[in-house]
């Protein structure tokens, strides 16, 4: 396997607490040296989850050499809100936006309305993102389909108007089934869509959450998933070993089969994602400058 010919990108979620903030420069720091094409931060609409996602991208921007993407959802903002974020966005440097509608307020699986005066929908969304910026923009793509969405036809529809409002790479959702990938880009190509469609990783850091993240996403979990972390409720130990070898052989099986850009859900842990990535191929680059190792702010102080 030509290293050379893999391109991985990995997600990040700002921190709330100081524990948290050091764990995810951690991860950082283990995970800059593989050289991804980007990493992206996710967000939350409104109040301190858009702060933090803005401070953690203007970090990852001043202090490293990373490229980052950042989030940017619809849900509960006007079309001068949204604006606003992108425009500061540009301002401090960000070339690449994560352009998302976003769960409803009262959380996933109640009924999404778009603000009166906002975005109506992830397409729009990037048209607005083109109008006030010149930015890059990925969107989302659901193998399963959208849960919100009537059928699978339909969600590639909405794809595609994000597509032709100016989106020029899909990240999948997660998926443990590497067919449901490959049938939905079947479909996908079939529709005239060509952009990159890159698979979604999610590394099982706990099996519990990810049914849990599962459920609310319209994402299956297979029973041989489940049959492998049965019984290991209280064994963290054998729990990882097994998450390890679940990715393992999902992303070698995609390659196999001729995936070669992937994007992984970091959870803000960087140990299995990197496991991945070293059989992928991937060793720390040697070109990204002598930086030294990030520290939370409350020690940088």
């Not at 960000?94 to 397409?123: E, F, K, S």
């Not at 070669?260 to 842990?269: E, I, V």
Request: hydrophobic share 45%; proline share 6%; aromatic share 8%.
């Amino acid at each position: 396997m030509s290293a050379s010919r893999i391109g991985v990108s990995f997600e990040f979620f700002p921190p709330k607490t100081a524990e948290m903030e050091q764990a995810l420069w951690e991860a950082i720091n283990r995970l800059a040296p593989l050289q991804p094409n980007f990493v992206s931060v996710t967000y939350g609409a409104g109040g301190s989850t858009r702060e933090r996602t803005h401070s953690t991208v203007k970090r990852i921007l001043a202090e490293t050499m990373l490229t980052p993407a950042a989030h940017l959802t619809c849900v509960g903002a006007t079309r001068e809100d949204a604006d606003a974020v992108i425009g500061a966005y540009a301002q401090a440097g960000v070339r690449h936006i994560v352009a998302l509608r976003g769960d409803p307020p009262d959380g996933a699986g109640q009924r999404y309305a778009p603000h009166p005066d906002g975005y109506r929908n992830a397409a729009d969304l990037v048209a607005g993102i083109k109008h006030v910026a010149d930015i890059e923009v990925s969107v989302s793509a659901y193998p399963e389909k959208h849960p919100d969405s009537i059928s699978v036809t339909a969600d590639i529809d909405m794809l595609k108007a994000k597509v032709d409002a100016g989106a020029t790479r899909a990240i999948t959702q997660f998926f443990f089934e590497n067919d449901l990938y490959f049938r939905y880009l079947d479909r996908v190509r079939e529709a005239g869509i060509d952009i990159p469609i890159v698979p979604g990783i999610l590394p099982v850091q706990n099996f519990k959450t990810t049914r849990t993240f599962a459920a609310r996403c319209g994402a299956s979990i297979p029973a041989w998933l489940a049959d492998r972390f049965d019984g290991l409720d209280d064994d963290a130990a054998t729990r990882k070993l097994i998450a390890a070898a679940v990715a393992a052989e999902q992303v070698l099986d995609l390659v196999d089969r001729g995936v070669t850009d992937f994007h992984f859900y970091t959870m803000n842990r960087a140990d299995l994602v990197y496991a991945v990535c070293h059989l992928l191929g991937l060793r720390p680059g040697k070109d990204l400058g002598a930086r030294a190792p990030l520290q939370p702010e409350t020690e940088r102080a």
